[in-house]
């Protein structure tokens, strides 16, 4: 599966239903080449004007499933929201 396929997939926390946004980037290890996070953007600060200041890292264990449309995790969202570290 390609970046711009995983982009295009909503993901849903497992726990409360709550719809975090889509695939913003991944991270991966550089030795294995192996995918070891998502990265979704945070909520937006006013009415979804201004940038997300948080993003959701979410750890590839956490991942549940991977559908058509939509990407399964089970996190807990205060845990997994982060600092944005944008370029």
Request: a negative charge; glycine letters at 8%.
């Amino acid at each position: 599966m390609r970046l711009c396929e995983l982009r295009q997939k909503e993901v849903i926390n497992c726990r409360d239903c709550a719809r975090l946004g889509f695939v913003g980037d991944i991270e991966f290890n550089l030795t294995t080449g192996c995918l070891e996070k998502l990265i979704v953007p945070g909520p937006c600060k006013l009415f979804g004007f201004w940038g997300a200041e948080h993003e959701y890292v979410i750890p590839w264990c956490c991942i549940k499933q991977i559908g058509p449309d939509i990407i399964l995790v089970d996190i807990d969202c205060k845990a997994c929201l982060k600092e944005s570290h944008k370029c």
